[in-house]
């Protein structure tokens, strides 16, 4: 009932006339450089583009501290730059559009019959640059945005320090601001994936993502299949009496 509930609005957005169907690749670097026992610094970069025509999308910074503050809760928070070209692989502006952006989060983590399910609450400050046809504007837009994900791990095989594991998750998100009056809800991502570790510290992941997405006006939106590569790297670092 929780995931339905989830992907409802994603079902009902289908039902719009106004659809622009897009295909993309999101090309990323994880690494996670653990500070103390508790204490993580994690840091991304991924390069998003479009297939067809073959066109940049966008590209993204983000670096986040994270507090494994038990063996149930996770914390996070963090900063994000984006570098929005276009959102048409067919018009091909003559600048880029940032985006600055604050993030806070809390995860709720338990295991059921060998599944690790998180629950992700997260807040962001999103400030976006304003911009005409011809030309950024010296001034910036500013919207809260929620985002609630559902997201289950699970070990498919496993040996040595090997292994191959599958995750499925499910994310909705919410815009809220004097900007966002049209759009409050934002966009849906469904996501399948397979990750192959090398070892604990290494691993190369491979998924699919169905993203829905409303746009500015509220009554257009973006259908996106997307295929998403991800290198995860853990710095091996050890730390005596951990409880976690």
């Known amino acids: 009932m929780l995931f339905l509930g989830l992907i409802s609005p994603f079902l009902s957005a289908q039902a719009q006339k106004n659809t622009d169907k897009q295909t993309l690749t999101w090309i990323r670097y994880?690494?996670?450089?653990?500070l103390t026992e508790k204490w993580a610094l994690h840091s991304e970069f991924d390069n998003r583009s479009f297939l067809n025509p073959v066109h940049?999308?966008?590209f993204v910074v983000r670096v986040?501290?994270?507090?494994?503050?038990?063996?149930l809760v996770d914390l996070g928070g963090g900063f994000a730059y984006f570098n929005v070209n276009t959102q048409n692989p067919d018009v091909d502006p003559e600048f880029c559009i940032p985006e600055y952006r604050a993030q806070q989060d809390v995860t709720l983590i338990n295991e059921v019959a060998k599944i690790t399910f998180h629950n992700r609450f997260q807040l962001e400050e999103r400030f976006i640059e304003k911009f005409t046809?011809?030309?950024?504007?010296?001034?910036?837009?500013?919207a809260w945005r929620f985002r609630y994900r559902l997201q289950s791990m699970f070990t498919l095989w496993e040996k040595d320090k090997q292994s191959i594991k599958g995750t499925i998750s499910d994310e909705v998100m919410f815009n809220f601001g004097k900007d966002n009056k049209k759009n409050t809800f934002d966009q849906n991502r469904l996501y399948f994936a397979l990750r192959y570790h090398f070892n604990p510290n290494i691993g190369l992941e491979l998924g699919y993502l169905k993203n829905f997405q409303r746009r500015a006006s509220g009554v257009d939106f973006y259908d996106r299949d997307i295929i998403?590569?991800?290198i995860y790297h853990r710095i091996d670092r050890q730390f005596k009496n951990s409880k976690l």
Do not use: H, V, W
Request: proline content about 3%; hydrophobic content about 30%; aromatic content about 20%.
């Open 56 to 58: 940049e999308n966008l």
């Open 133 to 142: 046809k011809e030309e950024l504007l010296d001034e910036f837009s500013f």
């Open 228 to 230: 998403r590569f991800t």
């Open 64 to 71: 986040q501290g994270r507090y494994r503050a038990t063996k």
């Open 30 to 34: 994880y690494n996670i450089f653990p």
